[in-house]
């Protein structure tokens, strides 16, 4: 053996040499190699379920790799737990934020590792010079004596971020960033991580979303199935080739056919909306949706989406203006009136408000049909009936499960996901209200769901789509309607919306008519 | 007559206050502690017990908060380490120490229910010239004892220290968010251990201070659920330390006008309920305050 394969490669900052671990008869990592060097940003790319999850806690410290060694300064080395990981300069941002509800950003801050006075006395001085010192390394400035409560995700996102770096970590591993993220504030964060690049830190980015991994990575690993598929430099590759690298093939992508548009299935009138502070978020929206046509909405999240679900589902209070469902006035109906008419509604809380985590998969997907008289009799649970039932549904939106009698949390994000799009086709709605409809979904869920969407239009269904990825809109709209300030601002019609325009409109530019 | 009825109050408010400031932190660290009544009634017999062995009332108020906080500990313990449901181990130690107790004073002194002993050594009072004289104002600040000043002048101390102070913020975090706690390093569970103990040792003065500072003798029911009142003046406050005293006060002054009802013409048993009807009444208001506030902001 040769000394220049002895000695540490110390530009490796942190990496992984042949990790493997197993769950049972599951191999959610198998011998995984990559290198992650100093003072640059790292990506690992890889659908739900490629093993991306375990390897990040291998990598922290916070599960132990049944063979193979993490690398850290070149050097093969188990971590102890993640306190050690720490000890070695590395931190992570988890996808659910770990900061304390009811503290101020400051008392975040410097929470655990606090400056102190006599007596115990946090030093309110130096915490928030510490705190003046990070932002000008990250080139933010923050309202350090804002509740958490009261700080919006992004800002909740870099006091995290600024967390690690105040507590002398220099390699930041960020579990899908960007998922919590609209589009502005992602441009903030790649601006964010190049700084902190450029200071020589090393950033290890996990994400699915392929745009922003080529806009911000230096190199790539794409596993797939617990197995390393690649790593090249970003340069060397193309959104293309990641996503055939990801899933294993090409996919075709959907297509909408050309439907024949019918009568109007929504129709929202002098719509106006407070939202939950009582302060009037939607101004004035006019909007129509058609049977076999998909309406998207866009927007920066904020601008009256919100407040347009709550409308349409009845769940929140509207100022004024009329709700019109197939015809028949809805605006003082309730969610259960207005499904019986026909309304289907996709949540964009799909953890909290779209599916209850804990129930089983069978029951999530009965929920709202249990009055039907196939699956109930007198109030008893018919459960042949429903386990046919349930079963079919699966297996045509081929959820990937062991059991149906399951928790629901056993699932991963995209298949959850399917199962909630199941169960609001399920009983031929007329209108489906899709919010964020593949939030958290990889990209052949994505396709999956947006097939879906479509061969529902395509049948004569109506759709109203709020989605904060632009991409799915132009992909799945054939009229983007663009939100800002509670307002229409413009109105896309399929095959000319373009990114750069949609953008301009949702940041309140008014569409340009072109001059003659 | 309305100097009394102030002085009754203040004098009222301090059981209350005390176990309420202990229960205040104890729930900022995330602990409810249904079994503030339990330590009340321990250490309201550990400091008759020891006021009358040693003839100090500084030894006694030492014991009783030694009894609190070790029953607190004891609590804290069941459900951080043994995760058991706090509501239910706060019931079960209000049933079991009252039960101990009876049994207690059964077996030892061979009486039940009431315990008298011989030379207690009752908290001193303090008597301020010129200023007791003065009224209204004098009913309010003479001649009270040294453990109602303590419990007014913790009042602010605690705000102090949960706002102000590292153990403070701790505190507050293992309260609001025990796993982010941990992944900072923290140990919320010890933290709550401590937070508990306090409130223990807290409930334990409230106990000593009804018997060595009020009445002189020992009964089975003398807490009379006091350690509720303090659970509801803390959520009165809304874990604020001076409102949560407001709500001791006005909590103290029901009970001192329920003293003073007693004996006129009305049913004495429907008169003690005052106090805790008022709870469920200005509860209610609050909630209903609160809500219309809600709904007029912006």
Redesign the interface.
Known sequence: MSTAETLPDASIRLGAQGVTRRFGELVANDRITFRAMRGTIHAIVGGNGAGKSTLMRILQGMDRPDEGMVVVDGVPTVFLG??DA?SRGIGMV?QEF??????TLL?NLV??H?P?EG????DRKAALEAARKLEREAGVTLDWDTPVDDAPVHVRQIVEILRLLYRGADVLILDEPTAVLAPAQVQELIVLLRKLRAEGRTILFISHKLDEVMALADEITVIRAGQVIGTMTTADTTKAALAEMMIGEILSKPSARPSSVGRPVLEIRELAALDA???LRLKELDLDVRAGEIVGIAGVAGNGQDEIIAAVTGLGHIERGRIVLDGKDVTKLDLRDRRELGLSYLSPDRAVEGLCLTAPISENLIAGRHRSPELSKGGILQKGAIKRHVETLLDRFSVKRTSSALPIASLSGGNQQKVAMARELDGGPKLLLACQPTRGVDIRGIAFIHQCLLDYREAGGAVLVISEELEELIALSDRIVVLYDGRVTGEVARGSAKVEELGRMMLGETRQEIPA | MIDNIIHAAFVMTTPILLAALGGLVNRIAGIVNIGLDSMMLAGALAGLMVASLTGSWPAALLAAAFVGGFLGLLMSLTVTRLAANEIIVGLGFNIAVAGLVRFFLKSWYGTSGTLSLADVAMLPRIHIPVVANIPVLGAILSDHDPLTWAAWLLVPVSAWFLARTRLGLRLRAAGAAPHAARALGLNPLSLRDASTVFAGMMAGLAGAYLCIGVVGIFNEGITAGRGFLALAAFYFGRNRPWATALGALLFGLFDAIQIRLQGRGLPAELVQTLPYVMVIVILTLVAITVKRARNKGA
Request: aromatic residues 4%; charged residues 25%.
């Open positions: 993640p306190a720490f988890h770990m900061l304390v509800p009811g503290l008392e929470l655990a606090e102190t007596l115990g006395r946090i502070r009582r302060s």
